[in-house]
């Protein structure tokens, strides 16, 4: 097997202290609307998984997407800015940023 370098776009992981972290290059793609791409093939990744686990792929994503829709128009949690950069180490957090909210 090859081993290759990579360079994550996006990595999500549930702290028990802080909830859901999220990190992301934010400079990786061009244009904002490629994260809709993004987003979608992550949406379709996770319905693959729970098709596996024997439930309907339709269900799954109409759940998904039901949630994805309710969470953006009502956000259950406040989204904090932090600095991140990816080294050769993993992720690199730089807490100096304070939460700069909407534009």
Not at 25 to 36: A, Q, S, V
């Amino acid at each position: 097997m090859k081993a290759i370098k990579i360079h994550p776009c996006l990595v999500a992981y549930n702290n028990p202290e802080e909830g859901l972290v999220v990190m992301l290059d934010n400079n990786e793609f061009d244009t904002p609307g490629i994260w809709g791409i993004v987003l979608a093939d992550i949406v379709q990744h996770l319905v693959n998984a729970y098709v596996k686990d024997g439930m309907s792929g339709r269900e799954v994503r109409a759940d998904i997407v039901q949630m994805l829709t309710a969470e953006l128009n009502a956000p259950t949690a406040k989204a904090e800015r932090k600095d991140a950069s990816f080294t050769d180490e993993g992720f690199v957090i730089n807490d100096q940023y304070e939460d700069e909210g909407e534009e």
